[in-house]
């Protein structure tokens, strides 16, 4: 399926500069593209590989446009040439997608209480519990689990084996990966005397619009009130929410962080990988937490915040962290010069 | 269903303060309670939402029901009123609970040799392998899949999706959520002239009572002998145990821990969210360490135990990074400073 | 099932000391072993453990051979015990394995156009989709997925509820445990004003020969291009691997670790539990990195390499905590005492 580029731009915009008859059929890597490949420049730092490129057309920034000059195809001009990518590789899926076959798989259990759209798929050894509602245009994978009066909104996805528990709640036009469990009960215990006792957890997730949830990620159900992700969020593979969390619209989450219990997130929060945000703390809408860092406490102000020990030469951080150790006692030695060099200097006058 | 507070005081003990006849249906949180509602203060710092609560009857400690002074309904006045949340949401949740249906569903595969109590339920496209056994009033939803020779001790119960490898055994009243893989294999391998050659890993693990088990947390099996989880252990989601570990009565882990192999902990051990515990070493009893924190060696002596970065702006953290991998030379600079400043003094005299 | 010390050397080689006629049946830990028993000694601290063992055979070096001496029984000495034990390990296990059953189960649903060996067993309610490939005697256990084109190579085993998209392969002999994922779409977003537009992950993951993924491991297809893991990579439990990423032949991660996306990995790499991988970067071949270690930057240069706060007591922690955020200001009163020094010192000539 070919399209061209005078269409590609009256639908997407952007400013082309080359032959609008070109036709492509896809994208490809600016290093692999070629006849027939759409491709696209963000990173300056690859400029000269755009200057080698055999793609058909170049999307770019303006900048990058007045830069690359060796480059001899088509160009489109935009200035989120990232975002261009995003919207029409999406368009160029669709075209390529097989169509959607709705339908129940007769291997699936579907209770008779349980409302399923007419337009909406159920794979095969899928289990829909008691009153659930799946809306219409709904995929749910082969094997996955849906729990007694749980809601999935219209266009919702389902990849295989997703474990989506009782009374929660997605949006439409959601996505949720293989292997991530929605609702489990929340890791609560009072302590009695050194014997742990749990603490029923009757809470809910409920999961806005457009929002995407990676593989293997679990989102513990609120233990009194429910657990809250907004329109838009998207959360990586791996991530672990625990219960009475709530996530601001449009935040982000890279793979294998974890959130305790009772974090409230802003909106357009973004989180570095594997970073670990500790409970019953605010964190402000735009704030960024790189990569790996511990947040314990609220963050109240955006800005970009950082907290990892600095990878060295195992030798090097071995010495590092004897000093690290017993860096009060190098404080107070530096106090000690302090104090003896004004002595020594008031002495001197 | 509503229960009258001095049937719930019978029941759980405490002093009513207040009209016994008053009735309540269940919890809800400090800020939302109303009539026919329980709630609880256990955290100082809520005092003045206590004092404006409106729920029916308020779970409260001595100390608390000196101060909480212009709340004007019903208290239970009781020395851990968290656990008395805690047995008290549980009663209500037993109260509110579907009733347990026995039996197996038709879309199971349970081979002729497996054992499975009449009492027990086994849902929707479950797999039990031969000679597994299912103890009374179990409940296995849909698709869990119990190996060979697995035991499932009475009134367990395995969540949505559950990996129960061959030979496990898990006692009574235990509870695993969704996506858990309990005995598969370690990492075991030898080092064979750069290539890694398996280590089969033929024990097994053997899980006490009362257990709960979190969400796409795994569990291996032991290489020679068991993987050991001793009765009373809470884990939380996504922890991973490796092979031969022995995880001490009573422990509580929270979500992201990681434990590597044959690492030993005592009773009464809690480790904090996304701490790493290194392999081949012991902790003992009633330690506590903190969340993200990592711990290499052996921890003998109870206490509490800390170790990861704190954050920063990321301005000021990479200023400080720079600083921590030069921490030696700056030590060895302090140094200098106090002999220069030694033999100056020594000089002055 | 018994194996005479004459035939398990004549396969396995090393220069046995004892009756050559002795049993085995299989191996167990150096402080449990009897009759009956192999075991073996690697950590020459258990040599005293080694000398009190009542095994019937002990595997050792020839220099810990020299150093064990009380030990009385049978003796087989090699260069590398450890995957002496390995090998024959595997050779015990396989002696006492089940046969394989080749058939597909009548709950599973199989695509007419999927290509199933003869040889191959595929497991109740898996699902196979349309055009997918399973290789001579592979073993796909219960509840796994197969998505469409998927390729498994000969000998492969899938155990219960593995996760294999679409479009993906692997080769021979590999190992994927119990939840994994494979081949779910990469976290790749595009911000348009706010607002993250997904997108779209239509590469492969491409796997070698002879590799291991752990249980609950997810592998994320490639944006356009692949994600490729080479011959013989082992990967343990809950470890999350970016689009894009190659990792070399024969490298090995321990649980946990997290890789962001397009980490280039050499071979014979090893990565310690729950140390975290930034995206695009290199690591040469044969690096280590430590558990726990954050690894931001390329690795260049072969060698060992840690980066994670040490463990103190919390209050210790505390302090030291305080002390580094300052640590740029330390820096500098100590580059104020080093000039107040200079200046006395030159004073004082």
């Known amino acids: 399926m070919f399209i061209r580029l005078a269409d590609l731009v009256a639908r997407f915009g952007g400013q082309l500069k080359g032959d609008p008859r070109t036709q492509v059929s896809g994208f490809a890597p600016l290093d692999e593209a070629g006849e027939g490949h759409a491709t696209f420049l963000t990173n300056p730092r690859l400029r000269r590989q755009a200057d080698a490129c055999r793609a058909a057309v170049l999307i770019l920034s303006p900048s990058d446009d007045d830069r690359v000059s060796a480059y001899a195809g088509a160009r489109i001009v935009t200035p989120n040439p990232y975002a261009y990518f995003a919207y029409a590789a999406q368009y160029f899926q669709q075209l390529h997608a097989a169509p959607h076959v709705p339908g129940i798989h007769p291997s699936a259990c579907v209770d008779d209480t349980a409302r399923v759209a007419g337009s909406a798929r159920i794979g095969p050894h899928v289990t829909v519990e008691a009153h659930a509602e799946i809306g219409e245009n709904c995929v749910i994978d082969a094997g996955c689990f849906i729990g007694k009066n749980a809601r999935i909104g219209a266009e919702t996805r389902l990849q295989a084996r997703v474990v989506f528990h009782a009374g929660c709640v997605i949006g439409a036009r959601g996505e949720i990966r293989s292997g991530a469990v929605i609702g489990s009960e929340g ?61 601001g619209a449009h935040s982000a989450m890279a793979g294998c962080v974890g959130v305790a219990g009772s974090a409230i997130f802003g909106r357009h929060v973004t989180i570095g990988g594997a970073a670990m945000i500790g409970g019953h703390l605010t964190i402000a809408d735009g704030v960024h937490v790189s990569a790996s860092s511990v947040v314990q406490s609220s963050i109240p102000e955006k800005g970009a915040y950082t907290g990892f020990y600095p990878l060295e030469k195992h030798t090097d951080w071995e010495k590092t962290a004897v000093v690290l150790r017993n860096l009060t006692a190098l404080r107070q030695r530096v106090k000690e010069l302090e104090k003896t060099i004004r002595l020594l200097t008031e002495t001197g006058k």
């Open 187 to 247: 890791f609560g215990f009072a302590n009695d005397k050194g014997v742990w006792v749990k603490i029923p957890q009757t809470g809910g997730v409920v999961i806005g619009d457009d929002v995407q949830i990676g593989a293997n990620t679990t989102i513990d159900r609120g233990t009194l009130s429910d657990t809250i992700i907004e329109d838009g969020v998207k959360l990586d593979n791996q991530i672990q929410i625990g219960h009475n969390c709530r996530v």
